[in-house]
């Protein structure tokens, strides 16, 4: 993985900017014209909600979140595209209980700005109590190469 690919360098550093809450930071990240669509259904029915959203007020549902890490094990680029495979993880604030969430990230670029991104996972995998054991177990035992948090 060559971590010194700036588009890389600016997924990561997105990244670090979401777990950290911080939305201005991200916005500089992105182009005028960003979107984020997720891959999914949601439990109202909507099939892959997106938001097209790119000023502070907007992102604070997302940004908001105390104690997310992401834990990269596998990151690669093509020309315009970045594509992350995680596991997103966060307390939830009233419970305690940790959610964990696989997830493969799509960021494509325009110039040096992210354009779109797409999340792919299965969100009902993420009200599951998912173990330190069963996630070595579907990687085979093997550790993140990055952990951001």
């Not at 930071?25 to 938001?51: C, I, R, V």
């Not at 604070?60 to 997310?68: A, L, T």
Request: hydrophobic share 30%; charged share 30%; aromatic share 8%.
């Amino acid at each position: 993985m060559n971590h010194n690919s700036q588009k890389i360098k600016t997924v990561l550093e997105i990244l670090k900017d979401e777990v950290a809450g911080n939305v201005s930071g991200a916005l500089e990240k992105m182009s005028k014209g960003y979107s984020q669509t997720w891959m999914y259904q949601t439990k109202n029915g909507d099939t892959f909600p997106h938001d097209e959203s790119t000023d502070d007020e907007s992102m604070e549902d997302v940004y908001h979140i105390k104690d997310r890490q992401y834990h990269i094990y596998n990151i690669t680029e093509s020309e315009n595209t970045v594509i992350v495979e995680c596991v997103e993880q966060y307390p939830d604030e009233k419970t305690g209980k940790l959610y964990r969430t696989p997830e493969i990230l799509v960021m494509e670029f325009e110039g040096d700005k992210i354009i779109r991104g797409r999340h792919y996972c299965d969100p009902k995998i993420s009200y599951l109590e998912i173990s330190d054991e069963m996630l070595k177990d579907a990687y085979k035992g093997h550790e993140p190469l990055i952990v951001i948090k």
